[in-house]
Nanobody
Framework: QVQLVESGGGSVQAGGSLRLSCAAS????????MGWFRQAPGKEREGVAA???????KYADSVKGRFTTSKDIAKNTLYLQMNSLKPEDTAMYYC????????????????????WGQGTQVTVSA
């Protein structure tokens, strides 16, 4: 099994930055694919960014050029650096993980991961 714990959320003004972290514990092979999703009130969960075991990344068009995801393999921790934040980035952000076998969502960012964190709130004010 895998446990995912997010941190780093908070409130920031538009144009500001935040860095989210996701500490993973458990079977390392189940975290070959890791990524970030977000869900705003009344909206469906959407993919933000993902990274696979080969280091390949995928970003939603809405965050390209502003967000960067990376992974510290030694710590098995995933990061999301968010710059130039906009009010529309306001949402609960969730970390997700999966094995290589089940991690096709690393390429298309569809929210079908097997493992999810509890989420961390990001609020961006105008």
């Amino acid at each position: 099994q895998v446990q995912l714990v997010e941190s780093g959320g908070g409130s920031v003004q538009a144009g500001g930055s935040l860095r989210l972290s996701c500490a993973a514990s458990g079977d390392a092979w189940r975290t070959y694919c890791m990524g970030w999703f977000r869900q705003a009130p009344g909206k469906e969960r959407e993919g933000v960014a993902a990274i696979d075991g080969d280091g390949s990344t995928k970003y939603a068009d809405s965050v390209k050029g502003r967000f960067t995801t990376s992974k510290d393999i030694a710590k098995n921790t995933l990061y999301l650096q968010m710059n130039s934040l906009k009010p529309e980035d306001t949402a609960m952000y969730y970390c997700a993980a999966d094995s290589q076998f089940s991690g096709s969502w690393c390429r298309d960012l569809r929210p079908r991961a097997n493992y999810w964190g509890q989420g961390t709130q990001v609020t961006v004010s105008a």
